[in-house]
């Protein structure tokens, strides 16, 4: 089997095994503290902060890359087995299909059990928006629109980036990531500073969001046989947006046959977000667990088309 294939394989095995533990360091949490200070400094230097913001980007998520090829080189440098052991390591920092999992079925057993002030408390950990107010159905919307997005963005596309340029390339892509979560120009402070931490996000996750739909909706075929809703939905509300994130949302609207989308507060500040599937079945507790099954699938699926991938790319070479 390809070496790259057999390190992303452990590194995801790694991952479902450990999770991201709070004790071990991670590399996304020294790459926040990065881009505050770098944020820091770029805006004194500049004071257009459309120009601050491409310098935040080239910092960020150029030094990630060099640091993680050149982590990668000379681990090489010392032997094979330590390159490999570097690049499953760095690559496992990448993958978050356990954390996911771990951070969301709190949520699920707190609606289970009736309290919602819980449910409420466990969600505000996995979204950005106001969660004191949510009713039942918005805690629930909030979960599996989380699932979905997050398939994305902490799966597919980390598995798409390492399968093109190994663990170097996955990093980058976690910088850019990070950048966009921190800087992206959803309010005033950031709106012409994070416009190219956005902008670059967003490129980089379009290919992998379209991927994730397919992933999402062979699951759903697996488990409900909602394959063709999935896709259906996903293309017919998810996609007029040209929002990556509302086309993965979309694609699980289709295959757990609910609704999402709607109106969410951030700061006390109302966003509206485009309605996404069909209502045929309520948003209750149990549809947080089935979205966690359906990531679940979808992420072995990917993962799978990987190996199929980079087989077939070793074969014609």
């Known amino acids: ?18 999770g991201d533990p ?34 935040l980007v080239a910092t960020i998520a150029g030094g990630t890359l060099a640091a993680a090829a050149g982590l990668v080189w000379a681990a090489h440098r010392l032997s ?18 356990r954390d996911l999992a771990i951070e969301t079925l709190p949520v699920a057993r707190a609606l289970e059990a009736g309290d919602l002030p819980l449910a409420r408390k466990k969600v505000s950990w996995i979204v950005g928006r106001d969660t004191r107010a949510l009713s039942e159905p918005e805690v629930v919307r909030a979960a599996v629109e989380t699932v979905a ?12 980036y390492a399968a093109l340029g190994g663990a170097p390339l996955a990093c980058l892509y976690k910088a850019v990531n990070t950048l966009d979560s921190m800087v992206g120009f959803r309010s005033a402070r950031y709106l012409r500073l994070g416009r190219a931490a956005a902008t670059l996000d967003r490129w980089m996750n379009c290919l ?53 989308g709607g109106e969410n507060f951030y700061q006390g ?30 992420s072995l699926l990917a993962l799978a088309a990987v190996f199929i991938t980079r087989g077939v790319w070793a074969w014609l070479r």
């Open 208 to 260: 992998p969001a379209h991927l994730t739909v397919f992933f999402l909706a062979a699951a759903g075929q697996l488990i409900r046989g909602t394959g063709v809703r999935s896709l259906r939905v996903a293309y017919r509300d998810g996609w007029p947006s040209r929002e990556n994130s509302y086309l993965t949302e979309a694609a699980m609207a289709g295959v757990l046959s609910v609704q999402v």
């Open 269 to 298: 500040v109302p966003a509206m977000t485009p309605r996404m599937g069909d209502p045929d079945r309520p948003l209750q507790p149990p549809r947080v667990i089935e979205s966690l099954r359906v990531m679940g699938i979808a």
């Open 149 to 160: 997005e997050s398939t994305m963005d902490g799966i597919v596309a980390p598995l798409f």
């Open 1 to 18: 089997m390809d070496p790259l294939s057999v390190r992303i394989g452990a590194a995801y095995l790694t991952d479902l095994v450990v």
């Open 80 to 97: 094979p087995a330590a390159g490999a052991a570097i690049e499953i390591l760095l690559l496992f920092f990448c993958f978050s299909t």
């Open 22 to 55: 709070r004790w071990l360091p991670h590399p996304v949490r020294w790459i926040g503290g990065s881009i505050q200070r770098a944020e820091a400094v770029w805006r004194v230097w500049l004071k257009n902060e459309h120009w601050a913001g491409l310098g």
